[in-house]
């Protein structure tokens, strides 16, 4: 009769020790946790550009207006060629 309650004793007292030994996970600490910080920059020439251009003309007729703003065109395209060429740009979408 004595081996019972001395083993129920034991097991009580193992079990009020063990909060104690077992580590303290205060409400504080951070959670674990991965930072990445990170930056970066590329750089290189430019290799296209676009160009929108366009000329209004007014004429008598609509065929006389069509002529002379094609011509108009004309002379506008050839001038950014000119630009284009002495860089070694090339102006074939021109």
Known sequence: MRRPILAALATLVLLA??????PKISAEEPAPSITVV?????????DTAEVNAG???????????????SAAMAQVLKALA???SPTGTSTRRL
């Not at 020790?17 to 077992?22: I, L």
């Not at 990170?38 to 430019?46: F, I, L, R």
């Not at 007014?58 to 703003?69: C, G, K, Y």
Request: aromatic share 0%; proline share 9%.
């Open 82 to 84: 000119a630009l284009a």
């Open 55 to 69: 000329v209004i003309t007014q004429a008598a007729t609509a065929s006389q207006a069509m002529s002379q703003n």
């Open 38 to 46: 990170g930056s970066g920059a590329v750089s290189s020439p430019p």
């Open 17 to 22: 020790a063990t909060p104690m030994v077992s």
